[in-house]
């Protein structure tokens, strides 16, 4: 089983940037599609972005695209989420998983172990 830790959180005004890292030990994240999702106060989990096990299949929600950028770096075993034009509406706990299909997945059924996740608040 992989283990997960999300790092790169923090506080950040609108328009800033902060860049997230998602760091596997315990098994080669190399054969695995990754995923970011985040949970904001009240709401249910929501799929933010998917990269394949090479890096070249990437998948956003519409909500990041042109915004946010994944990609990740197999021998380091980690996974990043570069996080440009944040928003007050991206004020969430964002997680990294690991997925269960060969695929990029786009739903959190598609993904097993998670990571505990990292607290990202944009102020206006």
């Known amino acids: 089983q992989v283990r997960l830790v999300e790092s790169g959180g923090g506080l950040v005004q609108s328009g800033g940037s902060l860049r997230l890292s998602c760091a596997a030990s315990?098994?080669?994240?190399?054969?695995?599609?990754m995923g970011w999702f985040r949970q904001a106060p009240g709401k249910g989990r929501e799929f933010v972005s998917g990269?394949?096990?090479?890096?070249?299949?990437?998948e956003y929600a519409d909500s990041v695209k042109g915004r946010f950028t994944v990609s990740r770096d197999n021998a380091k075993n980690t996974v990043y989420l570069r996080m440009n034009k944040l928003s007050p509406e991206d004020t969430a706990v964002y997680f990294c998983?690991?997925?269960?299909?060969?695929?990029?997945?786009?739903?959190?059924?598609?993904?097993?172990?998670w990571g505990q996740g990292t607290q990202v608040t944009v102020s206006s």
């Open positions: 998983a690991r997925s269960s299909i060969l695929g990029v997945g786009v739903t959190e059924g598609q993904y097993v172990d």
């Open positions: 315990g098994s080669s994240l190399s054969g695995y599609g």
């Open positions: 990269v394949s096990r090479n890096g070249f299949i990437r």
